[in-house]
């Protein structure tokens, strides 16, 4: 049976279009925008303004206010036209605001929601005064195209002119005499100027019309946008840093209760013990001889103990040599067979390198302590979002990420460091502990 990856087809990326294509193609989509513009301006523009300035007029006899509704919905769907028009010139679609909903109520609130969404006032606004750019716009556009056309053809169509004995051209107002050559080299000149410059004149003007559309018909919403994304950057911050300091207390907590229960309690009987060896070498020479012996045997635990500590708190091995070497050494002290699939051979951020192999290692050390399992797979590989650790073993199961249970501190380390950790152990057995961390 073929596997996943026989099976998946990879479509060859289409290839980029040429330069000249898409200069060509900007060309098109910005000329079409300026001349459709033109005159769907005028039609805005007729439209808003009679419809507000009557509406204005017949307030009075209370007419006016169903207009003036009349007219802010019909700005609005000149207004969602026009953020349709732009997207292809700024090269990506344009988001619609959020407008005011009704919020129920009576029959009349509903009606006149629109005056109370300044959304609604700043389309009426554009459609009321878009003609001026659009004017400005079309009139540059329309300029260089006919000069770069005519120019670039006057061969072919100068001859059917007529011209008259009093007639002058330009170039012979100017003193380039009145030959035929030189009218035709003076016009196709000025044909290729223009058609050099189209481009920028074209693209500028475009540009002009679209960010005054821009501005009006999405500026406030695209500052709201930002606010929001602003807001939950800084609770994404103020939740790690919660993160990181609830893990740093959990780590200093448990680095001071296995000192106390381990090195603290083994120097206190070292220094019991060579007391009494003290006072056995004037009475008991042999009897001190064994309690110094037993007091170096202290010591070499003691400094064992010492030594898994400080692995806890930055591993030689892994500032020296890399995560995977770490890894590598990780699962060689495991109790429990384990399978290590960590091809991460390059050196990747502390802070990542420290959290991943953090991870591992409390998961090894649940595994050991309290599931049972025979085997357990460790997984490490980069992908495009970042590095994902996985450990998965076939023990008993029940493992949890709340309050109080071992896994919470790991947790709050992963969360400090941005990544996202996630526990799947149902009471049938297994568990598959995953974290994800960003690069």
């Not at 079409?32 to 006899?61: D, E, K, N, S």
């Not at 920028?200 to 009006?216: K, Q, S, T």
């Not at 067979?337 to 090894?364: C, G, Q």
């Amino acid at each position: 049976m073929p596997s996943v990856e026989d099976m998946t087809t990879y479509a060859s990326p289409a290839p980029a279009p040429a330069p000249a294509t898409r200069l060509l193609r900007r060309i098109g989509i910005d000329t079409q925008y300026v001349l459709l513009g033109f005159p769907i301006g005028l039609v805005t523009v007729t439209v808003c303004m009679t419809g507000f300035f009557t509406g204005v007029g017949l307030v009075a006899i209370w007419i006016g206010l169903p207009l003036l509704v009349g007219t802010l919905m019909v700005a609005r769907g000149f207004a969602a036209v026009e953020r349709a028009r732009i997207g292809p010139v700024f090269g990506h679609k344009i988001p619609h605001p959020a407008y005011k909903k009704n919020q129920g109520g009576d029959l009349l609130r509903r009606t006149f929601t629109p005056f109370t969404d300044g959304q609604s006032w700043l389309d009426l606004l554009h459609g009321m005064f878009r003609f001026i750019p659009s004017t400005i716009a079309f009139s540059f556009v329309l300029t260089w195209w006919i000069g770069a056309l005519s120019g670039l053809t006057v061969p072919l169509w100068d001859w059917a002119i007529p011209r008259g004995p009093d007639n002058q051209d330009l170039p012979e107002l100017l003193g380039m005499g009145d030959a035929t050559s030189t009218r035709l080299i003076f016009y196709f000149a000025i044909g290729v100027f223009f058609a050099g410059t189209l481009y920028p004149v074209v693209r500028g003007a475009a540009l002009m019309e679209a960010w005054f559309a821009r501005g009006l018909l999405c500026g406030v919403n695209e500052l709201r946008e930002q606010v929001t994304q602003a807001n939950a950057a800084r609770d994404v911050a103020q939740a790690q840093k919660a993160a990181a300091v609830s893990a740093e207390a959990t780590a200093l907590r448990r680095l001071e209760r296995d000192i106390h229960d381990g090195p603290q309690q083994r120097l206190v009987r070292l220094a019991m013990d060579l007391g009494r060896a003290e006072q056995q070498f004037a009475t008991d020479p042999e009897a001190a001889r064994a309690t110094v012996a037993e007091a170096l045997a202290q010591t070499r635990e003691t400094l064992d103990e010492l030594r898994a500590l400080s692995r806890g708190i930055a591993p030689p091995i892994l500032v020296d040599r890399g995560l995977q070497a770490a890894l590598t050494a990780l699962a060689g002290r495991c109790t429990v067979p384990v399978d290590l699939d960590a091809p991460v051979a390059e050196r990747l951020d502390p802070v990542v390198e420290s959290t991943a192999y953090f991870v591992v290692a409390e998961a090894l050390t649940n595994v050991a302590k309290h599931s049972h399992a025979s085997e357990v797979q460790v997984t490490v590989k980069r992908n495009q979002a970042g590095l994902l650790v996985s450990v998965i073993d076939d023990g008993v199961g029940g493992a949890s990420l709340a309050k109080g249970h071992g896994l919470a501190g790991l947790a709050d380390r992963v969360q400090a460091a941005g990544g996202v950790l996630d526990v799947t152990s149902p009471s049938t057995g297994g568990t598959q502990l995953t974290a994800a961390l960003p690069l």
